[in-house]
């Protein structure tokens, strides 16, 4: 009906209430996405916290290595095609059902190749430790079932991310509660690792669910092998650059397990799940942001790039008031939280908090990477940093223990994000771009107009 109503307006005040419409739903999708990690950011950091407190720092930090651990193959397994699955539903949504099906079945494929090489690494790395082989093998076993994410494509494409909100948020509560009974009954570890993997197996089949009551028509997807081309060819960056990724953004705990054991993963572990729960933030509003910079790039180039050059302002401007709130108050946030037994996380957390800032830009540069079609330089950039990080913890754990790996990741962040684009001619435009954002006078004077 207001389709209808909206024929017989003026051109020009048609598109304007268009407009208006389109920024309304992504205001609506935000606020959505940002209920869903606020209730994450306060059950999940309480329950969270409470967890840490109740096993202690070394078995916490068994748990946290085998998490990290995992993560590592995440990139196999989801195969680099959240933002190209995503693009291509907005771009051609006549081809959603093959899109989908295609997809579905290289997730599934990807999972499973992913269980596999973790697996065989877990075999390598801790060969006499048992508990740790079994918990690795358990949790990335659910790597086959986030094919699954596939819907949640769907709904990023469509800017309706609350019905997945209202799904997902309604598990981790009951599995909120289910952890703090475990806690009152002095669980084991095992039955926390047990409950990570029933939470994960709920919230796969919640996924189908609500695709299916909103309408979804799972038997009409396709699968076709000249799809599954395509997507693999625009994804297969992304896939190793996601390898990248997890090994700078993980590589760090899995170090300190091998070299310094695992309670120095758990001070380390505790410092780091309080920096990185502001990661919400970008992934929320980048999620809800990128159709409409896809509909920019396809109006103008100038609305295109400023509509970028908004996007690393708020990125910098939020990422810097947080760091330096985090460095003032890290010792009695953490002290507060998880208790003396973690007071050296407290170190950690101070300088750790600043890899956030290139984290920000990192999560909103990614999307220009994609829509330009330059997906291979997100893989040269984040393998540098990779590379950096790796290198630098070898150099620093054993001198500077847990500090040394967390200098390591804000100095392989801030070059893996930021720096390497200076490397190739094509992003030099990004590095500028980025550079200008951390003038803050500029964009507090822009936000006054």
């Keep these: 009906m207001i389709e209808r109503l909206l024929r017989f307006l003026p051109v020009k005040l048609r598109r304007n209430l268009e407009q208006r419409r389109g920024l309304t739903n992504i205001l609506n999708n935000i606020t959505w996405l940002f209920f869903d990690k606020f209730i994450r950011l306060g059950v999940g950091l309480l329950v969270g916290v409470w967890v840490a407190r109740y096993l202690g720092p070394e078995q916490f930090g068994l748990m946290s290595y085998a998490l990290a651990f995992v993560a590592l193959f995440t ?26 099906g295609t997809s579905f079945v290289l997730s599934v494929l990807g999972g499973f190749s992913a269980f596999c090489l973790s697996l065989l690494a877990i075999s390598y790395a801790r060969p006499d430790d048992e508990l740790a082989k079994f918990i690795v093998v358990l949790l990335s076993l659910l790597m086959v079932f986030k094919a699954t994410d596939v819907v949640r494509y769907w709904f990023e494409s469509q800017v309706q991310s609350k019905y997945v909100v209202w799904m997902e948020n309604g598990i981790f509560l009951v599995f909120a509660a289910i952890k703090i009974v475990l806690i009152v009954a002095e669980s084991p570890l095992l039955a926390f690792i ?21 309408g979804g028509e799972i038997r009409a997807w396709r699968a076709r092998i000249s799809r599954a081309k395509n997507l693999i060819k625009d994804s297969w960056p992304l896939i190793l650059s996601g390898l990248a990724i997890m090994i700078y953004m993980r590589i760090d705990q899995i170090m300190l397990g091998q070299m310094l054991g695992d309670e120095s993963v758990g001070i380390y572990s505790a410092a ?23 509909e920019a790039k396809k109006q103008n180039e100038t609305l295109y790039y400023d509509r970028l050059q908004k996007l690393y302002d708020i990125m910098v401007l939020v990422a810097l008031v947080l760091a330096i709130l985090i460095t003032f108050l890290s ?16 170190t950690v957390l101070s300088i750790h908090i600043w890899a956030g800032i290139f984290v920000f830009l990192g999560v909103a540069s990614e999307k220009w990477f994609l829509i330009e079609g330059l ?36 100095i392989s962040y801030a070059i893996a994000a930021m720096f390497s684009d200076l490397l190739q001619k094509e992003t030099r435009p990004m590095f500028r771009m980025k550079l200008r954002a951390f003038n803050i006078l500029r964009i507090l004077i822009a936000m006054r107009r």
Excluded: C, H
């Design 75 to 100: 990139a196999v397994a989801n195969l680099g095609l959240n933002g190209i699955v995503v693009r291509d539903l907005v771009q051609d949504p006549t081809n959603a059902d093959t899109t989908m």
């Design 194 to 214: 047990w409950a990570l993997f029933a939470e994960g197996l709920l919230v796969a089949t919640g996924l189908m669910i609500v695709y299916a009551l909103q």
């Design 272 to 294: 780091v799940k309080i920096s990185e729960v502001w990661y919400f933030i970008p992934m929320t509003i980048v999620a809800s942001v990128f159709p409409s910079i896809i």
């Design 331 to 346: 010792d009695w946030v953490v002290t507060l939280l998880f208790g003396k037994a973690y007071l050296e996380a407290g």
């Design 375 to 410: 997906q291979r330089f997100t893989f040269y950039r984040t393998l540098f940093g990779s590379v950096v990080n790796v290198g630098l913890n070898m150099l620093m754990i054993p001198k500077s223990g847990v500090t040394g790996a967390a200098y390591a990741t804000v």
